[in-house]
């Protein structure tokens, strides 16, 4: 059973992907958001079996080369809240 507080962290990231200025998903929010949180988690429970540190880096650097395969420029450059 989910409860409110599994589902939280899930959605600050999507909270911060909507305020990104000058970027436009390519994929729902909700989409990205989760995908970014499985990974997130995957790394962080993976890392305890090797502490391979250059490892998630490599990985970490991967990813988000993949995740900017969602994003492009939305020609709003201005800077968000904050």
Do not use: C
């Not at 429970?45 to 502490?51: I, M, T, Y």
């Not at 900017?68 to 800077?79: L, Q, R, Y």
């Amino acid at each position: 059973m989910h409860t409110l507080r599994q589902a939280e962290p899930a959605q600050r990231p999507r909270v911060d992907a909507e305020r990104l200025p000058g970027t436009k998903w390519r994929l729902p929010v909700p989409v990205v958001s989760r995908m970014f949180v499985t990974f997130i988690d995957g790394l962080v429970l993976g890392w305890p079996a090797d502490h391979g540190d250059e490892q998630v880096l490599d990985v970490l650097d991967g990813f988000v080369d993949q995740l900017a395969v969602f994003a492009e420029p939305s020609g709003n450059s201005a800077a968000g809240p904050g």
